[in-house]
């Protein structure tokens, strides 16, 4: 049993951090108002948008992001799992092991205190970061590399690739896969599209000829981007999960970080160990 000292601090600091972005206008990335489709959230957007600029512009080399590249030259790259499908939704279903893969986007106080619990609690994760995040916050590369996580591509806008022309798809991919070389030496262990839980056929190619053997999706779905209470999220997810599923999280939902400490016990009594989706393949 996890104890209720430490829960409460995590809930805390989910506070703090969703108290922060608040007083900025704004949660997970940048876009104010309730109307609005949470933008760590990869639920289809109804709301036409100005389409994203193409420009991989990288941001430049400062001692921060200069030391974090350095230190993270051995990140490893894409790996091909022969048998498997071109995109990925969940691992063997005949080994207790599960992947939380998380929407890498949001505050950084929020995407840490997730880190540290998962790590307390011996469980390892796959962080798909947005480019543009990564940008503003280059040292949670490393410190999610660091942690034994997996670091994977989730583009570089987060808007919705599926509506684009290959011409915007194919630079939303390399875009963040750019940041993702700059920052580890490598372009990430995977890739997810942005604002969909499957990838079109024009997609899949494209993240072939990025360099992603396998786009990666999910079978359970937390739904914590509709922030619907802690308790409701790990429901949610202890509902449908099983042996070799691959669950969708957030980083920037202070719901998500508060569930945390109950879903990763409830894992544990079952059996279900949390690891890397590299593990969960190999």
Same mark, same amino acid.
């Given at each position: 049993?996890? /104890?209720? #000292?430490?829960?409460?601090?995590?809930?805390?600091?989910? $506070?703090?951090?969703?108290?922060?972005?608040?007083? +900025?206008?704004?949660?997970?990335?940048?876009?104010?108002? /309730?109307?609005?489709?949470?933008?760590?959230? #990869?639920?289809?957007?109804?709301?036409?948008?100005? /389409?994203?600029?193409?420009?991989? *512009?990288?941001?430049?080399?400062?001692?921060?992001? $200069?030391?974090?590249?350095?230190?993270?030259?051995?990140?490893?790259?894409?790996?091909?799992?022969?048998?498997?499908?071109?995109?990925?939704?969940?691992?063997?279903?005949?080994?207790?092991?599960?992947?939380?893969?998380?929407? &890498?986007? &949001?505050?950084?106080?929020?995407?840490?205190?997730?880190? *540290?619990?998962?790590?307390?609690?011996?469980?390892?994760?796959?962080? !798909?970061?947005?480019?543009?995040?990564? #940008?503003?916050? /280059?040292?949670?590369?490393?410190?999610?590399?660091?942690? $034994?996580?997996?670091?994977?591509?989730?583009?570089?806008?987060?808007?919705?690739?599926?509506?684009?022309?290959?011409?915007?798809?194919?630079?939303?991919? %390399?875009?963040?896969?750019?940041?993702?070389?700059? !920052?580890?030496?490598?372009?990430?262990?995977?890739?997810?599209?942005?604002?969909?839980?499957?990838?079109?056929?024009?997609?899949?190619? =494209?993240?072939?000829?990025?360099?992603?053997?396998?786009? =990666?999706?999910?079978?359970? #779905? *937390?739904?914590?981007? +509709?922030?619907?209470?802690?308790?409701?999220? %790990?429901?949610?997810?202890?509902?449908?999960?099983?042996?070799?599923?691959?669950?969708?999280?957030?980083?920037?939902?202070?719901?998500?970080?508060?569930?945390?400490?109950?879903?990763?016990?409830?894992?544990?009594?079952?059996?279900?160990?949390?690891?890397?989706? %590299?593990?969960? =393949? +190999?």
């Amino acid at each position: 049993m996890i /104890p209720i #000292d430490r829960r409460s601090a995590l809930r805390a600091a989910a $506070g703090a951090a969703v108290t922060g972005a608040l007083a +900025t206008g704004c949660t997970d990335g940048g876009r104010a108002g /309730p109307a609005a489709v949470p933008s760590g959230s #990869d639920a289809p957007s109804t709301a036409p948008s100005t /389409p994203p600029s193409t420009s991989t *512009s990288l941001p430049p080399t400062g001692s921060a992001a $200069g030391n974090a590249r350095r230190a993270a030259r051995d990140a490893p790259p894409p790996r091909r799992f022969p048998g498997q499908p071109a995109e990925i939704a969940h691992g063997p279903r005949n080994h207790p092991r599960v992947a939380l893969t998380f929407h &890498g986007q &949001g505050d950084p106080a929020t995407a840490t205190a997730v880190l *540290s619990e998962a790590e307390r609690a011996g469980a390892r994760i796959t962080v !798909l970061a947005v480019g543009g995040w990564l #940008d503003e916050h /280059p040292s949670l590369a490393r410190r999610i590399l660091d942690g $034994g996580h997996d670091l994977g591509n989730h583009t570089l806008h987060h808007t919705d690739i599926s509506t684009m022309d290959e011409a915007e798809a194919y630079a939303e991919i %390399t875009g963040c896969a750019q940041r993702l070389r700059r !920052l580890t030496g490598s372009i990430g262990s995977w890739f997810r599209p942005s604002r969909t839980q499957h990838a079109t056929p024009l997609v899949q190619r =494209l993240a072939r000829r990025a360099g992603y053997p396998h786009v =990666l999706s999910y079978d359970v #779905d *937390s739904l914590d981007y +509709t922030s619907p209470g802690a308790a409701a999220v %790990t429901r949610t997810v202890t509902g449908q999960i099983r042996n070799g599923s691959v669950v969708s999280l957030h980083f920037g939902y202070a719901d998500t970080v508060a569930a945390l400490p109950a879903l990763l016990d409830a894992l544990e009594r079952r059996g279900l160990r949390a690891v890397t989706t %590299t593990e969960l =393949l +190999t």
